[in-house]
């Protein structure tokens, strides 16, 4: 999955439901080797609002991809510690890191804006939309120019898109855009992800768009993570073991999802899908994925024991007191005429 063009670093700070231990996580994952692993970490300390962690990652991070994706999550939560770091590199490399020049624009303030004139006066595209877009008073609410949208080249649209206030005007606007490109459906799709409604029509709406990239599919799923009222969609797209689906429960940490993550985690028999599935069963197990792995774990093959110490030990990580007590007991007791393996994949799990 892609999700390093300009759209990852749009990721929005939605309000959404993780679990607590997923902080100490994204902080560990955010130096991950995995590039895919260490930016959703940074998506989550973004939604933590984990503005040191951020920073922190900022100075010990070159790969620029990740690092665009840092820059534009501190301009989301308008770090003041960060602003002249961004500004220096926004000065530097222009629309080489559209990251950094939106991040400047997140700001709102009256040196943001004049900060952007200048980078506009340098050449910076990106720059010259973001003042485009800026009405009176600091906002970017001026939607009379959007009737010269498909004027813009696709670094100003993904700008626009992620800018806008999610107000009526916009959401019939974005509900109604064809755009030809993949780049710009998905920053569409961000955009459809921060309106809220009594309904999933929104998420359905991401679903829709994201099927008609057919194999590409997949790479809409951190807009459908971040889209409000999704977890019905989501879980819909697990019972189907559909990818998109699979890695939307993931990156939302939804929990509603468990028990269809584990029905298609057991039933998986492609090697790379069924460690997909680990992934995100992993992000939401609790009690019922805790009792169904131990109740059969010296039928577990040997190949899938690295998945499933991963997956019980973060599922007893969520459980307290006597029952996660009673789990490792009867885990202990199960391995007792078990296998090497299983025993030292048991040691491992209730050390």
């Not at 999550?73 to 770091?85: P, R």
């Not at 974005?174 to 809220?196: M, P, S, T």
């Not at 994201?210 to 009222?229: H, I, Q, R």
Request: hydrophobic residues 40%.
């Amino acid at each position: 999955m892609k999700l390093f063009t300009i759209f990852s670093v749009l990721a929005l700070a939605l309000p959404l439901s993780l679990p607590a231990a997923n902080l100490d996580a994204a902080k560990r994952d955010i130096y991950n080797s995995d590039i895919h692993v260490a930016d959703n970490a940074r998506m989550d300390l973004q939604q933590f609002g984990a503005e040191n962690e951020l920073l922190a990652a900022l100075e010990k991070i070159s790969e620029k991809k990740l690092r665009d994706g840092i820059i534009y999550s501190l301009g989301k939560l308008k770090s003041s510690a960060a602003y002249e770091k961004i500004l220096a590199i926004a000065s530097e490399e222009l629309d080489g890191c559209p990251a950094a020049v939106l991040a400047i624009a997140e700001y709102g303030t009256s040196k943001s804006a004049s900060d952007l004139k200048t980078l506009s006066e340098k050449g910076s595209k990106t720059a010259k939309t973001a003042l485009w877009m800026r009405g009176e008073g600091g906002c970017f609410m001026d939607l009379s120019k959007l009737k010269d949208f498909d004027k813009l080249d696709d670094n100003c649209k993904v700008a626009v898109l992620g800018q806008f206030q999610p107000t009526a005007d916009f959401r019939e606007f974005v509900c109604n855009y064809k755009a030809q490109n993949k780049r710009v459906a998905i920053a569409q799709c961000y955009a459809l992800a921060r309106f809220d409604s009594a309904d999933d029509s929104y998420s359905r709406k991401i679903i829709a768009i994201a099927g008609t990239y057919g194999a590409e599919k997949s790479d809409f799923a951190p807009a459908l993570a971040f889209s409000k009222n999704s977890e019905d969609e989501i879980i819909g797209l697990v019972r189907n073991s559909e990818e998109i689906g699979i890695i939307a429960a993931k990156l939302r940490a939804c929990a509603e999802a468990e028990p269809d993550l584990l029905k298609v985690y057991l039933n998986a028999k492609d090697a790379k899908f069924k460690r997909l599935r680990a992934e995100a069963l992993r992000v939401v197990a609790t009690s019922e994925t805790a009792e169904t792995l131990i109740s059969d774990f010296n039928s577990i093959k040997s190949e899938d024991i690295p998945d499933t110490v991963k997956i019980l030990t973060s599922a007893l990580e969520r459980i307290e007191g006597a029952q996660r007590n009673g789990l490792l007991a009867k885990l202990s007791e199960s391995v007792k005429s078990s296998d090497e393996i299983h025993k030292k994949a048991a040691a491992r799990i209730v050390k």
